[in-house]
């Protein structure tokens, strides 16, 4: 495995262990399309239950879980069948020590944000939405279709705790997203993003979609590293 498989990549955020046999959780499940500043599409699986989440790179073959209560963080590799488990709070020191060192341009003077309705609705992947736009010191950020056609306790509850989660450090590395999420929630859970945050022309360069969204039963095993793949020893 290259050691360039893992990394700041898996940050997503958002970007979702332990014990074992096949005991079943109950959880929610994501699937979403997320597109890059350059219009290539891929696709997204989230697995939220408890205090855990997973992260699932459908077309790179790439699964990251988080364990909050345990202090856990898996990254597997399913085409090279590799694996390397860090604690998680050694993990999102590193990425704050990077961010702080190589992207500067991620703290940014404090913007005021306001968030409020665009007067549209409509049905996307049989979601009833509603339009609500994000704008910073009076531009417009993001254009958010959210819905409250789902119970999103347990993700908001896995999400608080992903917050929890990251040092003081890190928090100030995201405060405006994080303020963000606080604001929006109260409208409902995002069906679609689009991000002006940079943009060319009409279109956002970035984006997410949800396609589907389902609450169920998750096994143990799927917060687990996959059986038969070797761990990977961290430097």
Not at 11 to 16: E, N, T, V
Not at 27 to 51: N, P
Not at 76 to 96: G, P, T
Not at 136 to 165: F, L, P, Y
């Amino acid at each position: 495995m290259k050691k360039s498989t893992f990394g700041i990549g898996f940050l997503p955020l958002i970007l979702s262990i332990v014990l074992v046999f096949q005991e079943c959780l109950a959880g929610v499940v994501i699937d979403q399309v997320m597109k890059d500043r350059e219009g290539t599409s891929s696709r997204v699986t989230l697995y939220f239950s408890g205090e855990r989440l997973r992260t699932d790179d459908v077309d790179h073959g790439l699964s990251t879980i988080m364990d909050f209560k345990g202090d856990r963080m898996v990254m597997v590799d399913h085409r090279s069948k590799n694996y390397i488990e860090v604690r998680f709070s050694q993990w999102e020191k590193e990425v704050a020590e990077q961010l702080k060192k190589n992207l500067p341009a991620v703290r940014p003077k404090m913007r005021r944000i306001v968030v409020r309705r665009g007067g549209e609705t409509a049905t996307i992947n049989g979601f009833r939405t509603e339009k609500v736009e994000v704008f910073a010191d009076g531009e417009r950020i993001e254009e958010n279709w959210v819905t409250r056609d789902v119970d999103m306790s347990e993700v908001e509850k896995v999400m608080e705790r992903v917050s929890r989660g990251f040092s003081t450090e890190f928090r100030n590395q995201v405060a405006e997203g994080k303020e963000i999420y606080e604001k929006l929630k109260r409208y409902g859970f995002p069906i679609v993003v689009k991000d002006y945050a940079i943009i060319h022309g009409s279109e956002g360069v970035s984006g997410v979609e949800v396609k589907t969204l389902e609450r169920k039963e998750l096994s143990e095993e799927l917060f687990l590293p996959p059986k038969g793949y070797e761990r990977v020893q961290v430097p």
